[in-house]
């Protein structure tokens, strides 16, 4: 007996995208292996260590978590989502760049999207308020200081660019 | 590794979830926030023939609150329960404990209802209930609705009265009488992680001040929420005393996380400051 496939439409980074499916099919790897956004990354598979976060009507959620049929019809920003119109580096990207917050990288658009996410909250956190924000991603390089200190980083980026030039 | 096929429903009213759960409700399984059910399908613990995805019953994503207590419906998730100012006011436990439960990635898309449904002996929120003497709404198409108190709710561990051909559409969380100071408290080797011993309490005074009822409720010390009653313990404002005795109520396991005699070193601790915490907050 095949499987019997689901039409999954969403829009992702302001694009419209659909692909027919299984039931079963993760909505990161409906990401990665149906849309080719490889940029959403899978680690545990179970929840645990944030690698795959997306941001579902705008709220951080483990895309390894999800079906992507339970997601049709919503929208979705993956890490190839938080940079600026026209492709240069978003306030968080830029400040994991000047702060070294990343050695492999595997981890990093888990960190990219879910600090994107939490600077809409929260635009100006305290050293202890970036540690929790970022309590739900794991990373095997960095020891976390400089994941930290490019989120600290990061909401400065942000207020310098949406503070009106005179 | 990633979940086995499955044959998915995704009904858009209650009726048609519970028409669906009468006929397949034995090889089915109700999917909310997936927050549990997902890793366990991608672990292949557990392979339903069936999933019937709740997520389309927008009907059901309410976080209420009136003069009695709070009504969260299937649907709502732990996010919408931290962030709901009037549940907080209403009932202050929701809050103390629900931004505990793992991590606010989590807490986006899991439900509470869920959760409960789930009965976790290690999940905040079947504590929560038990503590408060909250009850759940089921819902089928052979009974209609019903409701069962938080005490007949927790089975065992994994397992609640909610029948495979049931839907839980709602939680009520009561309201605490008179001038009850609740806390909630837990241990875990880092936030968002599961506790090894965790504790919530309310304490109730009176007009004078003194302590009129207390009792706390213990997740990862038994195969459901532990509930014991401590006003006896805690009258005199004594609460290490109180503790102490709650900890002897308790009948913890060694597991690879913590041995049982460190979780009741942990209970004892945890309960004393958690009274004071809960009386304080109330205390004239």
Known sequence: MSEQRHQVTVTVNGVTRRAEVPARRLLADYLRMDLGLTGTHLGCEHGVCGACTVLLDGAPVRSCLIFAVSADGHELTTVEGCCETGGALGPVQQAFLECHGLQCGFCTPGFITTITAYLEENPKPTEEEAREAIGGNLCRCTGYQNIVAAVLRAAEIKRERETPHE | ?284
């Open chain 2, 1 to 284: 590794m990633k979940p086995p096929p499955v044959v998915y429903h995704s009904p858009d009213t209650v009726e048609e979830a519970v028409r669906l759960l009468a006929e397949h409700g034995a090889e089915a399984k109700v999917l909310a926030g997936g927050q549990s059910l997902v890793p366990m399908l991608n672990m292949r613990l557990t392979a339903p023939a069936r999933l019937v995805d709740v997520n389309r019953l927008d009907d059901l994503a309410y976080v209420r609150s009136d003069r009695h207590g709070v009504h969260v419906g299937a649907l709502a998730r732990h996010a919408d329960v931290e962030r709901a100012t009037h549940a907080f006011e209403t009932v202050p436990l929701l809050r103390q404990a629900v931004r505990t439960v793992a991590h606010p990635t989590i807490r986006n898309r899991g439900t509470t209802v869920g959760s409960l449904v789930h009965a976790d002996p290690c999940g905040e929120m079947p504590a929560v209930l038990a503590l408060l003497d909250g009850e759940v709404l089921l819902r089928s198409e052979r009974d209609g609705e019903r409701t069962v108190p938080a005490a007949d709710f927790f089975v065992g561990p994994m397992e609640s009265a909610c029948r495979d051909d049931e839907i839980a559409v709602e939680a009520y969380f009561p309201r605490p009488p008179g001038r009850t100071g609740t806390d909630w408290r837990e241990l875990s080797r880092r936030n968002g992680d599961y506790a090894l011993c965790g504790v919530g309490t309310l304490v109730r005074v009176d007009d004078t001040g003194a302590v009129a009822a207390a009792k706390a409720a213990f997740i990862a010390m038994g195969p459901v929420p532990q509930v014991v009653d401590l006003t006896e313990a805690a009258i005199a404002g004594d609460w290490s005393a109180a503790a102490e005795h709650a900890a002897d109520q308790l009948d913890p396991e060694d597991d690879i996380h913590a041995s049982a005699e460190y979780r009741r070193h942990l209970a004892r601790v945890l309960t004393a400051r958690s009274l004071k915490a809960a009386y304080e907050a109330v205390a004239p």
